[in-house]
C-alpha cells in the first residue's frame, strides 16, 4: 500500500460523485413524465426483486467474514427472515428472526 | 390538508427506512476507518463520503487507489459497481418522473440500496399514490440514513477503531435487504425474477468489477417479464 495522491484523490471523489449522480439521475432526469414502451416497463417491475437478491446471495452464500467459507449460521439466518419475510410479510419481525438465528447459531456453534 | 398528507407520507418514510439505520451505521463507519488508514485526512474522507455516496463503490475506489491502479480504472470499476443506480433510476422514472426537474435531482442524488428499495417496496404496494406523495415519502425514508451515513465516516475516521469482528455486523446488510423484499414477491413473476436473477448472481461472480450482477439483474428482469407475459397469455390474473 502506498499514499494516495491528493491530485488523485480528488479527481476520483469529483468524477466519481459526477458519475454516480449521472447513473441516478440518467433515467427520471432525461425521461421524465414522457411515456416509455410497455416492455420496458414490464421488465422494470422485477428490477428490485431481481438486483437486490443477486447482490445479496453471493454474501450469502461465500460471506467475506468466513473469507469466503460457506457458514451454516449465516445460510441460516438469510432462508429464516426470507421466509419470515414471505409469511409474515413483517419487515421488522423478520429482521429480528434473521438476526435471532444469526446470533443464536454462532453463539452454539462458536 | 395537502401539507398535511404530504407531511404524513413523509412521516411514513421515516419509519420505512429505520430499520436500515442498523446496516448504514457500522458500513458508514467502517468507510471512515479504512480511508483514514488509507491516509486520507478528515476533509477527504468527508467529501468522498457527501459527493460519491455510495458505500461499495466508495470502498472499490479506496481499494484500487491504495493500490495504484490507474485513475481511468478506479473511476470505471467503482462506476461499473454503481451501474445498478441506473436501473434503480429507470425504476423510479414511471412513479417519479413527473416531479419537478430539482426534485427528481435531489431524489437521484440521495438514492442508494436502502432508500431505493423502501422507496420502491411502497409505490408498488399504493399505485394510487400520487406525485407529490411519493417524493414526500422517498425524502422521509432518506431522512435517518443519509445523515447518519455523513455522521458515521465521520465517526469512524475520527474513531479509528475497528467494529469487534465478533458483531457479525457484515451481514447486518444481506439480512435487511431480504427482510426488505420478502414481502415484495406478490406473484409467481416476481418470484422467477428473483430464483433467475439469484441462480446467475452465483457463477457470474466471476466476472470482474461486480458487472455480475448487473447481468444477473437484467436476466432476473427478464425472467420476471417473461413469466408476466406467459401468466397473461394463460388468462392467469396478476
Known amino acids: 500500500m502506498t499514499d494516495i495522491g491528493t491530485g488523485?484523490?480528488?479527481?476520483?471523489?469529483?468524477?466519481?460523485?459526477?458519475?454516480?449522480?449521472?447513473?441516478r439521475f440518467v433515467f427520471t432526469g432525461l425521461i421524465g413524465d414522457r411515456a416509455m414502451p410497455p416492455w420496458l416497463l414490464r421488465h422494470l417491475r422485477y428490477t428490485a426483486v431481481a438486483i437486490l437478491p443477486a447482490l445479496v446471495a453471493p454474501q450469502v452464500v461465500w460471506p467475506a467474514a468466513t473469507d469466503g467459507v460457506f457458514d451454516i449460521p449465516r445460510a441460516a439466518a438469510a432462508v429464516v427472515t426470507l421466509g419470515v419475510g414471505l409469511v409474515t410479510r413483517n419487515v421488522i419481525l423478520a429482521i429480528l428472526s434473521g438476526a435471532g438465528t444469526l446470533y443464536g447459531l454462532l453463539y452454539l456453534m462458536g | 390538508?395537502?401539507?398535511?398528507?404530504?407531511?404524513?407520507?413523509?412521516?411514513?418514510?421515516?419509519?420505512?427506512?429505520?430499520?436500515?439505520?442498523?446496516?448504514?451505521v457500522p458500513f458508514a463507519a467502517l468507510f471512515g476507518v479504512l480511508a483514514t488508514e488509507a491516509g486520507l485526512d478528515l476533509v477527504e474522507t468527508m467529501a468522498f463520503s457527501i459527493v460519491?455516496?455510495?458505500?461499495?463503490?466508495?470502498?472499490?475506489?479506496?481499494?484500487?487507489?491504495?493500490?495504484?491502479?490507474?485513475?481511468?480504472?478506479?473511476?470505471?470499476?467503482?462506476?461499473?459497481?454503481?451501474?445498478?443506480?441506473?436501473?434503480?433510476?429507470?425504476?423510479?422514472?414511471?412513479?417519479?418522473?413527473?416531479?419537478?426537474?430539482?426534485?427528481?435531482?435531489l431524489c437521484a442524488y440521495l438514492t442508494i440500496d436502502q432508500t431505493y428499495v423502501v422507496g420502491i417496496s411502497r409505490f408498488e404496494a399504493e399505485p394510487q399514490m400520487s406525485v407529490p406523495q411519493r417524493?414526500?415519502?422517498?425524502?422521509?425514508?432518506?431522512?435517518?440514513?443519509?445523515?447518519?451515513?455523513?455522521?458515521?465516516?465521520?465517526?469512524?475516521a475520527?474513531?479509528?477503531?475497528?467494529?469487534?469482528?465478533?458483531?457479525?455486523?457484515?451481514?447486518a446488510i444481506p439480512i435487511a435487504f431480504l427482510a426488505m423484499i420478502a414481502p415484495m414477491f406478490r406473484t409467481p413473476a416476481h418470484l422467477v425474477a428473483a430464483l433467475v436473477a439469484v441462480g446467475v448472481s452465483l457463477p457470474a461472480a466471476i466476472l470482474p468489477y461486480s458487472l455480475g450482477l448487473i447481468v444477473a439483474g437484467i436476466?432476473?428482469?427478464?425472467?420476471?417479464?417473461?413469466?408476466?407475459?406467459?401468466?397473461?397469455?394463460?388468462?392467469?390474473?396478476?
Not at chain 2, 225 to 234: G, I, K, N, S, V
Open chain 1, 8 to 23: 488523485t484523490l480528488w479527481t476520483v471523489i469529483i468524477l466519481l460523485g459526477l458519475g454516480s449522480f449521472g447513473l
Open chain 2, 52 to 105: 460519491v455516496i455510495a458505500g461499495a463503490a466508495q470502498f472499490t475506489a479506496l481499494q484500487l487507489m491504495q493500490e495504484n491502479a490507474p485513475t481511468a480504472i478506479v473511476l470505471l470499476s467503482a462506476l461499473a459497481v454503481n451501474l445498478r443506480m441506473a436501473m434503480y433510476s429507470a425504476s423510479f422514472t414511471p412513479y417519479i418522473g413527473a416531479a419537478p426537474l430539482w426534485q427528481r435531482a
Open chain 2, 219 to 238: 436476466a432476473g428482469m427478464m425472467a420476471g417479464a417473461q413469466t408476466e407475459l406467459w401468466l397473461e397469455r394463460r388468462g392467469v390474473a396478476i
Open chain 2, 1 to 24: 390538508m395537502n401539507i398535511t398528507t404530504r407531511k404524513n407520507y413523509y412521516r411514513q418514510g421515516i419509519i420505512a427506512s429505520s430499520p436500515f439505520i442498523l446496516v448504514v
Open chain 2, 135 to 156: 417524493v414526500a415519502f422517498f425524502l422521509g425514508a432518506v431522512t435517518p440514513i443519509v445523515p447518519l451515513w455523513y455522521i458515521f465516516t465521520l465517526v469512524g
Open chain 2, 158 to 171: 475520527l474513531a479509528g477503531a475497528r467494529i469487534p469482528e465478533s458483531w457479525a455486523l457484515d451481514f
